[in-house]
Each structure stands twice: as structure tokens, then as C-alpha cells.
């Protein structure tokens, strides 16, 4: 009814105003998505420049066109060119075309009937959905990302109100809340973490190549995994309909702070990120191989991608769709300043540190998808990604180091620590979605993930007195640090992790007013984890070292007691002999830190979507959840008294509400309410103590039920939204939101405060509070001729208030590990009071050269890294503000070349402890250097 009337609105105005002359006038509609309207087609008269768009509803109107016959040409970025020839346009009268459009060849002019899939990479298409969705939901597509010069996943949502990115790492915070309250999805199948330290994969690893949009849910829905706090990541990967195109791209560019260096890499490491010794025994790669770095090429990252796309016409409904694309980027980095560890005291102090980093990223996307007619769809995705990190840092390189514990002296400590991280990660998903008739509609999927990380080698060599290294005397020498067997050592650490998921959706329409959901969705995953390490026990702690830059002439076999002459140097030590007869020395041993972790998720659920009337949508739900959590590890410097293994078995039933009321044709008011749960990841639970050169991280088993099994195993949350939101002109979005959040037994990472400084995660309180508000706009603030818009601006900016009880919890009989506090409440880890994003484009057109330029910022206030223990503050990571520079410039239709320049500010990463004793302390100070570089593009 609405459409009849505004068209019978359009047809009085015409008539009134338009004496002499007549109109065309009609609706643009996408069959394939339901006869959804098509927002801001273009719709032209041939042969001239009189035209328009259609508006949010599809509508559109050319009015005062002089009686005649005229020749209407309809367009959509990704359909098929509509011509309606011969349409008659009668003085005083008006024309009505109604247009299904669509991308598939050819159309009979009495149906107009033309069938295509959704353009959910375009911006204005995800706004229309938002718009339309029934639960709270933002996203940013493809083309904003190309627009914004964004080059991930993780820079993506970073756009999104109230989310923000850390600055260097792939850490995402959404509403202050931190990885452990986040899930990430993949055409809506579960995705598996890349990182023993995480729970979500690394979003920086999902390229702009493969990204059709990233939607970000904040609200809960019955759909989801009932372990929701912050929101639901989903990223839907690029399909392809149309005419074969192949395009190639490649780049270059410079980092301000690598430019110059003489970088270093690992031994025994590629240039593509890929390392070849994972089928030999560790302590073989000992025996065959040294401990020093190797010079590299000069450090130019440079970049490449090639991608394609082609579809077959079966028959009038059929379709074969294939895209494929792949891609490989590298980037160097140089880091230079402070890093300190304070425990319950200054333990180590590193004035000066220099870190050569060298990173790569492989990427494939492969997507088959089968449209078997209108109401029938399969598509199939793989997906791989290489991600490797090569990192080659020498601590207290100026001579000024300082161990507390030093043995010779206290001054003058170094450490060269040398390692490469690699991440490989296999995802393989098949989904469908089918319409049986006007009633019954089925989504279904299914994946498998398989995730390999290593760290293979690190390499991490301890020196006293290294400020006689720099001096001119060759009798005064740096010596080995020498306090424990492990000060110089090598470290191997390999994670495996597998998961099936799968997910039925089933809804059907009740009424013309109520919708039906219901379905099923699960998941099965499984870790395993190793580590081993091999000391170097130096016999003599006052044998001189004699040349700092080749410790490979020392480390050798001739040196080694396992050469069994006389006058050996040092021997190989390990913790876990494979046999105590033949002991710990001089021989390969057994991992000594293991645990396997096992997950099963089956949950089902029932929603219903009931319109009230034509403005009130309420949609209730109900989900039923098990849950079953299993981890058995063996790791050292664990208390005896400890189980070695925790099991979890929870059937939790989960209630959510949400509710949309029309305002108007342009306005919606959202309300959203629901009970969801956090449980805690492996990493989490797992006690293995990851050692780095200033900090420490381990896992907290007491997280399930404590010792006994009898206390807590998961926090519960209660979440609360409100949001206006008023969808203006073209592209023309603002909202404002407020949301709360009632956690019960929250979890934080907390600092020891003792002699090791150990960060573990402990249920620090009874209850943690969350409020904030987010607003949101966006704006075309100059359109053309043609009302294009040339200048547009996006802001969005939310504030978050946290506060949560604190409480001592004591080691013994209940809890293997303990923690106490000198407060009684404090703010939550991870979140940001402030967080702002915005972003300025200007796309003019010059005859034929467009060109396009983006400025995106982001900022984020304090915010607890980690909570202090004791007496001692917390670690605190200090506001960040962030400038990236994208200019795009199309020539012709076959050839672009781009130019980028990102973190302009180059801001300092600071990480500080707070009130210790002689007040703030920087642990950590660094900055990561602009980057400026140029891509050339062609297109087949």
C-alpha cells in the first residue's frame, strides 16, 4: 500500500505541475532477493543527459519530459544494462515501469522479469539492509573499503562505532571488551584462532581481495553462540556474477623507521614466510644449525595480487559462478626503545631495545557457486592464508641494560632473542540456501577448519657486562649470564587445532505478519599443544665472549661436551629426558609442556518475527545450549596438589528480545535485550607460562570450578541496547545508541605480584557494570551535477564507563593459584573510555579521470592492558591516535594506480605501570614508523 501511494502522489504532482508534458515514473525491485527495492540505480533517458536515481524504496521519477518516444536505459553496479525501447510519454499523463533488474542477459519487455543475486559489497545496499534488518547489525563493504584505502578485516570494523583496533597488533576491542568476549565467523560457520594467545583469528589476515563485506553484531540474536558479550564479527567472502575478468595488481613501498637499516632474519626462514625444518627432531636442528641471524635483502615491502572471475549460463535460471584470488604481502618494521620488567620491583631495565620485524602474508580465496534455479543455491569456499612474523631483537643494545639478578654484575645485560612465528590456516566451507515455496526457506552449512602454529627456534642468548663489547679493549669481554641451565637457550612450540561446525536455519512464514525460525548449530574442535626447550649450561660463567655478532663460533660441536674431549665450553641440557638413565644432557628429550583441549558445542534454537503492525517488529527467542569443555595438560613449575586436568559439562537455556519500531519511511527505534555466557578458552585455562623477554603469560585451570570442580564455569551477561538510527539521503546514515552490560564473575588479566610477575587470568569480582553511548554519522556534504556525491564525511565516536569489584582470592586447597588486591573496585581490562573514527572522501570527476582520496582517522583513550595485584598498578596502554592517507586513481577502465600512506601521526606505543613505588614506569615505548607506498592495477 505504501508504494501504491507514493506513486499515486507522484502521479497528482505530475499532473499539477507538469501541464504540457508527462512523466515516467516506477519501482526498480530485485527478484532474487525477495522483490527487495534497488536503492539509487540510475536510470537515464539514451541519447540524452536527463535522468535520475531511484530512492531507498527503489522509487524513482523523470518528470516535465516532452511528449514523445523515448528509449529508458536502467543501470546497477554488478547488473545486467536494462533498455526499454519505445515507451510513449503522453502530454499531461504518466508513464509507470516497474523493473526487476538483474545481472543475467536478456529480458521480455511485457515481464521485465529479470533475476540476479544481492549486492551486499556495495555500501548503500548494506545500508538498505541495516535499515530493514530486524536485529541490530552495522557492517562495511567492499567498495567502502576500497574506498578508505583499508586493506583488512581488522581495519574494517575498526570503522564501526564503538570498536577500536591496537595500534601494531591484530587486537580488535568492541564496546571496551577484548578478545575473549568476541566471536568471528566466516559466511556465517565459525572461524579458528591462528594464536595459542587468542580466542578469535587475526582479522589483519583477511585481505581486502577476499572481503565482500564485515558486518559487526553488537546485539544478540537466538542464531548465535550463546558465548556472545561484545559481538559477532561475520565476514562474508567475495562471490562473482557476470562476464570473465581477470585482474593483476602489484606494489611497493617503505617504512620510515626500516629505510636504512641493515635488517636481520632468522636462520633457516624464507622470504615467502614458510619455514622447511618441521619433520626434523629439534635437537637435530640444534646439532646442524647455529644461533646467529642472517643479513637480509633491503627492506622494500612490496605487494601482489592477481584475482578472477566467470560465470556460465546454464539455462534461463542455472548458473555457474567462479572467483578465485591470491595474494602475498610483506612489510618491514624497526623498533627502537625501552622495555622494562616490573614485578613486585624493577627486575630487568632495557633503556634502549632494536627489533628488526619482517612480516608476510599469503592469501587464497577459492569460491564455486552453483545457482540451480531461482529458488536453489550451493556455494562452496576454501580458504588459505600463511601469516609469518620474523623477529630479531637484541635488548640493552647501548651496554645500559640492567638484571636485578645478575651474577657478575647487575649492569650491562643484554639479550639477543631471535624467533619466527608461523601461522597456516585451512578453511573449507560448503552452504546452501533453498526456497521450497512462498512459505519454507532452509540455510544450511557446514566446515572444517585446520589451523597449524609454530614458533620453530627461538633462539635467545643471555650476556653480562655487554658494555665492554663496545669499548675498544679487546681484554675486557661481555660473559654468559649463567643463573639457571635455560638463560641461553632454543624454544620449539607447535599448536594444531581442528574444528568441524555446521549450522541448519530453517524459517517459515506463518502469516503475512509472523515468521517462523528455528534451527540447529554446532561446533567440535580440538587443540594440541607442545613445547619443548634445550639449554646451553655454560661451564665456566667467566669464559669471555669474545665477538657479540657470531656466538656460532662458541655454540659448536667441537665446543660441546657431547664432543667428549677435554676442555668442553658448555653441554645441552633438556627438562623432560625421554629416558632417566640416559638423563637430561647431550640428548634429545620429550616435550615438556603439553595439553589437549576439547570443545563440543550443540545448541538449538526457536525465534519468531512478529509485525505487530506496519511500524512494530518484535522478535523473541529462545536458545538451548550444551556445552562440553575438556583440557588435560602436563606442564612444569606446576603445584603438585593440581588435578592436571579440568572437565566442563553446562546445559544453559538463553532468553533474547528484540525489537524494531518504524518511525517512518526513514527512521527506526531498536531495543534489544538478552542473556548470554563467556566461557573461557583453552589459552585460558591451559597453565603453560609463555616466557618473553619481559613478560610473562600463563593460564588460570581454577577458571573451570576451581580445583574441586565446584565453583564457577562461566560468566553469565546480561546485555541491553537502544539505538535511533535515521537513514537520510543517498549513502546518508546517523544513530545514536546507548547500551549497558551486567557481567557476572568477569575475568581479567591480572600481574603477580611476586618475584615473576606471571600475567594470569583470574574471575576477579562478583559482578562487572558496562554503560555507553555511540554515535554514528555519515554525510554527503558536496554532490554533482548528476548528485554523486563528490565530498562525504563519516564520524563515529562512543563513550564506555566500567567498573567491576575486586576481590583476594587465595592459593590452597579451592584454587592452584592465587591473586590479592589493595582496591576494592576498578575499571575493566580492555576498555577504552573514548573511542573515535572518522573519515573524509572526495571523489571528483574531470571529463574522464576520477580520481579518489580518503583521509581515515581513529583514536583510542587509556586502557588497562592488565590488572596490577597488590600494592603495584595496573599496566596501562596509552591513547593512541591513528592517520591513514588512500588516493585511487582510475584511468580508463583497464588501468588504476593507487597511492597510500598510513600512520602519518606515528604516534609512540606506550604500555606503562602505574604507582610503583617512584610512580609511572614505561615498560614498553615504541613507534611503528609511517608507511607509504603505490599499487599499479590491471584489468583483463
Known amino acids: 500500500m505504501k508504494n501504491v501511494f507514493t506513486i499515486l502522489v507522484l502521479i497528482f504532482t505530475t499532473t499539477v505541475l507538469s501541464q504540457g508534458t508527462g512523466s515516467i515514473i516506477g519501482k526498480l525491485t530485485d527478484k532474487e532477493l525477495n522483490e527487495e527495492p534497488l536503492p539509487f540505480a540510475n536510470v537515464l533517458i539514451k541519447g540524452t543527459t536527463i535522468g535520475t536515481t531511484s530512492d531507498f524504496d527503489g522509487l524513482y521519477e523523470i518528470a516535465n519530459l516532452e511528449a514523445g518516444v523515448y528509449t529508458v536505459q536502467y543501470s546497477y553496479l554488478g547488473y545486467e544494462t536494462v533498455e526499454i525501447p519505445n515507451v510513449a510519454v503522453v502530454a499531461d499523463k504518466v508513464t509507470t515501469i516497474n523493473v526487476p533488474m538483474s545481472a543475467s542477459q536478456g529480458f521480455a519487455l511485457d515481464e521485465v522479469v529479470i533475476t540476479t543475486s544481492a549486492r551486499k559489497d556495495s555500501e548503500i545496499a548494506l545500508l538498505l539492509e541495516q535499515k530493514n534488518a530486524v536485529v541490530l547489525q552495522e557492517a562495511i563493504s567492499a567498495e567502502a573499503l576500497t574506498l578508505k584505502g583499508i586493506d583488512d578485516a581488522a581495519g574494517a570494523v575498526a570503522q564501526i562505532s564503538g570498536i577500536s583496533k591496537q595500534q601494531g597488533s591484530s587486537n580488535v576491542y568492541v564496546r571496551g571488551l577484548g578478545d575473549r568476549y568476541q566471536n568471528t565467523t566466516m559466511n556465517g560457520l565459525s572461524l579458528p584462532s591462528n594464536d595459542v594467545n587468542k580466542k578469535n583469528i587475526d582479522l589483519n589476515l583477511f585481505s581486502s581481495s577476499i572481503i565482500e563485506n564485515v558486518a559487526v553484531s553488537k546485539a544478540y540474536n537466538s542464531d548465535f553462540y550463546g558465548d556472545f558479550a561484545a559481538g559477532n564479527v561475520n ?452 597453565p603453560f607460562v609463555y616466557e618473553g623477554v619481559t613478560q610473562r603469560f600463563g593460564g588460570n585451570p581454577d577458571l573451570f570450578g576451581g580445583k574441586n570442580g565446584d565453583g564457577v564455569n562461566f560468566s553469565k551477561i546480561y546485555n541491553f541496547d537502544l539505538k535511533y538510527e535515521w537513514f537520510m539521503e543517498r549513502g546518508e546514515i546517523l544513530s545514536i545508541a546507548a547500551f549497558g552490560k551486567l557481567i557476572k564473575n568477569p575475568v581479567n588479566r591480572v600481574i603477580a605480584a611476586d618475584a615473576t610477575g606471571t600475567q594470569r587470568l583470574f574471575r576477579t569480582g562478583n559482578q562487572a557494570e558496562v554503560i555507553g553511548l555511540e554515535v554514528e554519522a555519515r554525510k554527503n556534504l558536496i554532490t554533482n551535477a548528476e548528485e554523486k556525491t563528490t565530498l562525504s564525511l563519516g564520524i563515529n565516536a562512543a563513550y564506555t564507563r566500567t567498573n567491576q569489584d575486586l576481590r583476594n582470592i587465595e592459593a590452597g586447597e579451592a584454587n592452584t593459584f592465587g591473586t590479592t588486591f589493595d582496591r576494592s573496585s576498578d575499571e575493566l581490562q580492555g576498555a577504552s573510555p573514548f573511542i573515535i573514527n572518522a573519515d573524509l572522501n572526495y571523489s571528483p570527476v574531470f571529463e574522464n579521470y576520477s580520481p579518489k582520496a580518503t583521509l581515515v582517522f581513529s583514536y583510542f583513550s587509556d586502557r588497562i592492558s592488565a590488572l596490577g595485584a597488590g600494592s603495584l598498578g595496573n599496566i596501562v596502554e596509552k591513547a593512541v591516535p591513528t592517520l591513514n592517507f588512500i588516493w585511487k586513481n582510475p584511468f580508463g577502465e583497464h588501468f588504476e594506480a593507487n597511492l597510500s600512506a598510513s600512520n602519518l601521526l606515528n604516534p609512540d606505543i606506550t604500555l606503562l605501570r602505574e604507582n610503583t613505588g617512584d610512580g609511572d614506569v614505561v615498560i614498553r615505548e615504541y613507534n611503528l614508523g609511517i608507511n607509504v607506498g603505490i599499487t599499479l592495477k590491471y584489468k583483463f
Request: proline share 4%; hydrophobic share 35%; aromatic share 14%.
Open 235 to 686: 565476514i562474508d567472502s567475495k562471490e562473482y556474477t557476470g562476464d570473465g575478468y581477470l585482474s593483476v595488481s602489484l606494489g611497493s613501498g617503505i617504512n620510515s623507521n626500516a629505510i636504512g637499516e641493515d635488517f636481520l632474519q632468522s636462520e633457516g626462514t624464507s622470504f615467502f614466510g614458510f619455514y622447511n625444518r618441521y619433520n626434523n627432531n629439534p635437537f637435530a636442528v640444534i646439532l646442524s644449525h647455529g644461533v646467529d641471524p642472517e643479513s637480509m635483502s633491503a627492506p622494500i615491502n612490496i605487494n601482489g595480487s592477481i584475482e578472477g572471475g566467470y560465470s556460465i549460463n546454464l539455462n534461463d535460471e542455472s548458473r555457474l559462478s567462479f572467483f578465485g584470488t591470491a595474494s602475498f604481502g610483506n612489510g618491514y618494521e624497526f623498533l627502537q626503545g625501552p622495555a622494562r620488567d616490573f614485578t613486585n620491583v624493577l627486575k630487568f631495565d632495557f633503556p634502549n631495545t632494536a627489533e628488526y620485524a619482517y612480516k608476510t602474508t599469503t592469501t587464497a580465496l577459492g569460491n564455486i557457486v552453483y545457482k540451480i534455479n531461482n529458488e536453489n543455491k550451493i556455494k562452496y569456499s576454501s580458504l588459505f592464508i600463511n601469516s609469518a612474523k620474523d623477529a630479531v631483537s637484541f635488548f640493552g643494545v647501548d651496554g645500559q641494560g640492567f638484571n636485578r639478578d645478575g651474577i657478575t654484575s647487575d649492569n650491562g645485560f643484554f639479550v639477543s632473542n631471535i624467533q619466527f612465528n608461523q601461522d597456516m590456516i585451512f578453511v573449507n566451507q560448503l552452504t546452501g540456501q533453498h526456497r521450497f515455496n512462498e512459505k519454507w526457506k532452509l540455510d544450511w552449512g557446514t566446515g572444517y577448519n585446520k589451523v597449524f602454529s609454530d614458533e620453530p627456534d627461538r633462539k635467545r642468548i643471555t650476556l653480562e657486562n655487554y658494555q665492554f663489547a663496545l669499548d675498544d679493549d679487546p681484554n675486557t669481554n661481555p660473559v654468559f649470564f649463567t643463573n639457571t641451565a635455560f638463560e641461553n637457550q632454543r624454544f620449539f612450540q607447535n599448536i594444531e587445532d581442528e574444528e568441524f561446525n555446521s549450522f541448519i536455519n530453517l524459517s517459515n512464514q506463518l502469516s503475512e505478519k509472523t515468521v517462523l525460525k528455528f534451527g540447529y548449530n554446532g561446533r567440535t574442535k580440538e587443540r594440541n599443544f607442545k613445547s619443548i626447550r634445550y639449554g646451553y649450561r655454560i661451564f665456566d660463567r667467566t669464559t669471555p665472549v669474545t665477538d657479540v655478532n657470531n656466538f656460532d663460533d662458541f655454540f659448536t660441536i667441537e665446543n660441546s661436551s657431547l664432543a667428549g674431549v677435554e676442555g668442553a665450553l658448555y653441554e645441552i641440557r633438556n627438562l623432560n629426558p625421554i629416558n632417566n638413565d640416559i638423563g637430561a644432557v647431550n640428548r634429545p628429550g620429550l616435550p615438556d609442556n603439553t595439553y589437549t583441549g576439547k570443545l563440543d558445542i550443540h545448541a538449538g534454537y526457536l525465534m519468531a518475527e512478529l509485525s505487530l503492525n506496519d511500524k512494530f517488529l518484535i522478535v523473541p527467542g529462545i536458545r538451548a545450549e550444551s556445552v562440553s569443555q575438556q583440557i588435560q595438560y602436563d606442564v612444569i613449575n606446576l603445584p603438585p596438589s593440581d588435578p592436571g586436568f579440568r572437565n566442563v559439562y553446562e546445559n544453559i537455556f538463553l532468553p533474547s528480545l528484540n525489537m524494531r519500531y518504524k518511525l517512518n519511511e526513514d527512521a527506526n527505534l531498536r531495543f534489544a535485550f538478552s542473556n548470554t555466557v563467556s566461557f573461557p578458552e583453552f589459552k585460558e585455562v591451559a
